[in-house]
């Protein structure tokens, strides 16, 4: 017999990334936004940080007489906050926190956290203290509303996502223990500095120890809450087996319960619509591309990309730049077709602003696609502070990329966030991922793995690895290593195979070029297939054995 789920009447999320679009867990909650409040209606509510600034909260608005009680009992409480809706599939309730008042108590606040929970900031730096602060103004506006507005017998779920929001859940458990928490880490952050440190995380795994290596990487104060936070939720809970692992080893603590991440169809343009939407992002990315490199680009132009965080190392950007080297050698011996291929790096960088320089090639341009010179420095579509320096940069030139007209591969690093407003495209990031004729994620450590799982969405066939947790949820899907022919190649990575890899993401690309329309047409079909299956409507559940696991351990 079938036991029935505790299920909340009240759901409070809080994120750094709730209506501030920075990284996956933005894509996490923002996607999953629509389904779950198919079931709970209102009373789901992201909370996010108030970051009072022009360009941030973007896809915030703000509804004055939505939740009033609510808020006046924040005031009492020492909160500010704006409440409205997140401009995403669903619209849920969002409540966006000022944080900045409790920089003046942080001290206090520190000092009752290693008292209560042994917390230890002392050797804090960089964003903790702001992350710190914002997690606690946003604990506080939930046991506001908790004492003064909702009633004793409602359940209510209280989920915090990374160490980022840790701190506030631990004292929001304290004062209001009746709150079910539920702790999320995405990634740890030891797991992730080690890896980032250019360390072998996995050849050693078991011989780690997460305090000490917090200690010799100076991570001490975000391990400290990360690892309180685990050890102190009614439920503990991570993105993949492959992180619950990482948990186990380096917090002392495995999930209680692992929520795989799925993804929304709501943001995905259907039928024609979509086919207009890749001709449009095709024919710009190949307009920019040639007015960069002043060679006319053709339309059968294999574009291929890598994007996601700036994480050179995790990210596999530096295999995605040897697996091009290998490609171009291998053309230009006159293995393969005659075949044009641009290969994209989409990577948020210190950001200066557009070239005016290519704003004025693409403006006085003649008929689209006619240039006659090449740019300054054709690799590059945007200005950069610390050009000389930037890490993907300097490996491509070392590598020799300089897009002449004889190159049969390009390569273009776009060093920017792509929101439809960077000066030079102008279009969102999934238009031009669904440009893209295959992506390429040859990560080192990646928990989850969203950007594979969105290029599978937009029916764009796609590279990842073993070592991420799309990549080993691709595999038990299949029941076999993936291919090419399925959508979604997965490769075997591990410490010691760096030129392995880079050597089959060329044979992939390669593979591809072999392919025809009908073929190409053929694995997209296959890729968003899979990309079904991964939909929020079949992982949802894993989120409901969360909550009804912290329910029954509050209730204890």
Known sequence: MKTELNTPDFIFETSWEVCNKVGGIYTVLSSRAKTLKENYGDQLVFIGPDLKKADANVDFREEARLLPSWKKAAAQLGVSCRIGRWMVPGEPVAVLVDFQPFFEQKNEIYAHAWELFQVDSIRAYGDYDEASMFSYAAARFVQAVVEHCLKPADKVIYQAHEWMSGLGMLFLKHNQPRVATIFTTHATSIGRSIAGNNKELYAYFEGYNGDQMAAELHMDAKHSIEKQSALHADCFTTVSSFTDRECKQLLDKPADVVLPNGFENDFVPKGGHFSAIRRKARRKILDVASALTGCNLPDTTLIVSTSGRNDYRCKGFDVFLESMAQLRAQLASGQGQNTEVLALIEVPCWLKGPRADLQQALEHAGKPGQWR???????????????????????????????????????LLVPCYLEGNDGIFNLPYYHLLAANDLALYPSYYEPWGYTPLESCAFHTPCVTTDLSGFGQWVNQELKHAGELADGVKVIHRDDSNFFEVAAEMCRTVRLMLLLDAKQRAALRLNVSRLADKAQWKHFISHYYKAYDFALRAAQQ
Do not use: Y
Request: charged content about 30%; aromatic content about 8%; cysteine-free.
């Open 373 to 411: 010179t090449a740019l300054p420095n054709p690799i590059i579509t945007h200005d950069l502070w610390n050009l000389s320096d930037d890490r993907i940069v300097r490996k491509i030139w070392e590598l020799g990329f300089r897009n002449e007209q004889h190159d049969r591969v390009k390569v």
